[in-house]
């Protein structure tokens, strides 16, 4: 029997003005993969992604996330429902801690008496202890990314949206940043769906990828395939590319 | 000793020394007015703190909901002769009700910073013109607070120092609820929301019920203080809708330090306090100086500690609690 997806976007269509950002696109996500989802700048990765997560509400086509139907509706449901997500420009809470960052996160699914338990969790699984009354305004940028990561797993998700999570990273923080997806993966149980630039990390941890150009979706299939698919070639290197 | 203990003796100690203050001034009554002043401003700083400063929603219509208050208050009182007591909470709720209407859709569009600050600031004006023309309970004439010696009944005295003690109350409590909010759900909630909206909203932080809550907890404290005013200088009129007071509440949220608890408390014991005084002794000589002198202070603040005076005090704190931990 075909598992039922966790997430499936059906005609998705976003624009703005006269510029459609994203442009009919479908695909699902299953329980327990990594789907990469990449494509040149400015194909509507992003867009997509806020689409899905409630910051932007679609013109065209549906959500559906488990049994629901979250077309539109407000992301706190979203996250209610088990989805969070990290964003591409660091979105940090500046004037907080990082363990009061964590705890905002934790509150989705703990109250008052059990949050300090679950901040400890989660600032202990990402290896955060040390920086835990740290002000995130005063973070670098791989700790930031983690700090973000941490407080959005903090909402216990079933399903997480990364997007760019690499970008900027060096060799070493990189390897890092995908041993904690590894894990997350393994250990919490949370199927991931990232948006990526850097092709170490969409080869090294992903499934299955889906690729979108200009809005529309141009291939989908596991990094093999990708690699190797004509379209997704000429898209990121241009026509001459392949002759 | 319990560490606990150590913590609370400078609260304890801040505590002994409001509550004897109005003694050591039995002889001015100058001072007695100045003194219930700066604690009637250090409340409305500290309540707008909860929507100011932790939710970072520039309020200022601290003025509307003083009005509302003094109102509701007054008007019970003068028609019906209900006494204040009751007529604080129900300004109180009514200012709290109005929050929730101005809220509701400002939230819901997610109206913020100087578009926020703008609205709130309408508000004010709008609602002074509306009590201009209402002539049942308003009109361009003072209504006047039946005149009672003393009565407990009707919140009139003859002298400042029960409305001090009255206003001290309503103080820590707000006090209080700031601590409280501050530390629990709503607080990091309201916290997230004022740092980053998106981000916080997919970290599950319900946008609109969050900053409504703040409103109007806001607003309820306001409208409190309002029956109070009323009755305090014996009359309402219009003009209790003030811009001015509004902006000045806003200034000491501010100037104390956004999101601190106490920040907005020490900020109108020096500032509030400071422009009185400057008023008294310099306002004989040259009209308007004391305003000069108060704007160059705030803007040297401003340049200095744009965080706030109030991170001193949290400075301080630390380091004496800290202190008192170890020990």
């Known amino acids: 029997m075909q598992d039922q997806p966790l997430l499936s976007v059906q005609h998705l269509t976003k624009s703005f003005g006269s510029l459609i950002a994203v442009n009919d696109v479908s695909f699902a996500i299953h329980r327990d993969e990594v789907l990469g989802l990449i494509g040149p700048n400015g194909a509507g990765k992003t867009t997509l992604f806020n689409s899905v997560t409630g910051l932007y509400k679609p013109d065209k086509g549906e959500v559906r996330f488990k049994d629901h139907n979250i077309t539109g509706i407000e992301p706190y449901r979203i996250c209610k429902l088990g989805m969070s997500r990290t964003f591409q420009v660091s979105r940090a809470f500046p004037t907080m801690t990082v ?117 529309e979706l141009i291939a989908e299939g596991n990094p093999e395939q990708i690699s190797s698919n004509e379209r997704v070639i000429e898209a990121y290197l241009g026509k001459r590319a392949l002759q | 000793m319990k560490p606990g203990f150590k913590k609370l003796l400078p609260l304890l100690i801040l505590l002994v020394v409001a509550l004897a203050l109005p003694f050591a001034m039995l002889s001015n009554q100058y001072y007695l007015i100045l003194l219930t002043t700066v604690i009637l401003y250090a409340t409305l700083a500290s309540a707008w703190n909860i929507i100011g400063g932790m939710a970072g929603q520039f309020d200022l219509a601290a003025g509307a909901y003083l009005g509302l208050g003094a109102f509701t208050s007054g008007t019970l009182l003068i028609r019906w002769n209900i006494t204040p007591w009751i007529g604080m909470i129900a300004g ?104 980053n909206e998106e981000a916080a909203e997919i970290l599950g932080v319900d946008a609109r019920g969050s900053k409504l809550k703040a409103l109007m907890i806001y607003a309820f404290i306001v409208g409190v203080l309002g029956g109070v005013y009323a009755c305090l200088y014996g009359f309402i009129h219009p003009n209790f809708f003030s811009s001015t007071i509004s902006l000045e509440v806003s200034i000491l ?39 000069v002198i108060y704007a160059i202070v705030l803007i040297v603040i401003a340049l200095f500690r744009p965080q706030g005076i109030g991170s001193l005090l949290q400075k301080a704190w630390e380091k004496l609690t800290t202190r008192a931990a170890e020990e």
């Open chain 1, 99 to 215: 363990a009061e960052a964590v705890r905002v996160g934790a509150y989705n699914r703990h109250e008052e008496r059990e949050v300090e338990e679950q901040v400890r969790r989660m600032l202990t699984f990402f290896q955060l202890e040390k920086f835990a009354s740290k002000k995130c305004e005063d973070l670098g940028l791989a700790l930031l990314r983690r700090v973000e990561i941490a407080r959005a797993v903090a909402t216990e998700p079933e399903l997480l949206l990364l997007d760019e999570s690499a970008a900027g990273l060096n060799a070493t923080e990189l390897g890092e940043l995908m041993d904690m997806l590894k894990s997350l993966r393994t250990d919490q149980d949370i199927t991931l769906c990232i948006v990526e630039h850097v092709m170490k990390m969409v080869m090294g941890i992903c499934d299955r990828i889906v690729v979108l150009d200009y809005g």
């Open chain 2, 92 to 195: 109180g709720l009514i200012a709290a009700a109005f929050a929730f209407l101005v809220g509701y859709p400002l939230f819901r569009f997610k109206v913020r910073e100087v578009w926020y600050a703008l609205s709130s600031a309408a508000l004010v004006m709008v609602l002074r013109v509306v009590f201009m023309m209402w002539e049942q309970v308003g009109g361009p004439t003072e209504r006047y607070i039946p005149f009672y010696d003393w009565s407990f009944y009707h919140l009139r005295f003859r002298s400042y120092i029960p409305y001090y003690y009255l206003i001290l109350i309503i103080l820590i409590i707000t006090l209080w609820l700031n601590h409280r909010i501050r530390n629990r759900k709503l607080g990091y909630y309201l916290l997230a929301l004022g740092d």
């Open chain 2, 253 to 291: 949220g501010v100037v104390g330090g956004v999101g601190i608890t106490y920040g907005p408390l020490l900020a109108a014991l020096i500032l509030v306090s400071g422009r009185e005084l400057l008023r008294a002794n310099v306002g004989g000589q040259l009209e308007s100086l004391y305003l």
